[in-house]
Structure formats: structure tokens, C-alpha cells
């Protein structure tokens, strides 16, 4: 009877150690579900701000093309328009 008692002890121990083994974990897995989401919102944070960059780069070339090509128009210090103006007048007699 008392080897019955025993192992029945000994069992309820095994299975309070279990159980404080399983709490364990279950925080440890919410904590890295924490650790995973906040990770996630971050990446989604990074992807907007490269989405942004690379519209503003994408503006930015068209502007610097823009200029090119005004300035290929035009004599240096003289937007392109004036000096397309000013060359006809030249031109003519």
C-alpha cells in the first residue's frame, strides 16, 4: 500500500512539474508571438518608407530631367524659352 501512495506522489509531482514546464513555455511562445507581430508591423513600417523613396526618387529624376532637357534649350544663365526667343530675333531681318 505504501509503494501505491508513493508512486501516486510521485506522479502528482511529475505532473505539477509538467504543468509548470507547460506555463513556462506557453509565455515563452506569446512572448515570441509579441516579438513576430511587432517584427511584422516594423517590416510593413520599412516597406511604406521604401515605397516613399522610391516615389520620391522616381519625381525627382523627372524634375532632373525636366531641367535637362530646359536647359539643352537654353544658353547658360537664360531659361530655355527666352533664349529661343531671343535667337529668332536674331534670325529674322
Known sequence: MDKIIDN????????????????????????????????????????????????????TNLLALNAAIVASRGEPGEPGGLSLRSRRRHVRP
Request: glycine residues 2%; without cysteine; charged residues 25%.
Open 8 to 59: 501516486k506522489n510521485q506522479g502528482l509531482k511529475l505532473m505539477s512539474e509538467l504543468r509548470n514546464q507547460t506555463e513556462t513555455t506557453l509565455d515563452a511562445i506569446a512572448e515570441i508571438d509579441k516579438m513576430v507581430n511587432e517584427t511584422s508591423d516594423n517590416t510593413n513600417k520599412i516597406v511604406l518608407a521604401v515605397e516613399t523613396i522610391k516615389q520620391i526618387a522616381t519625381q
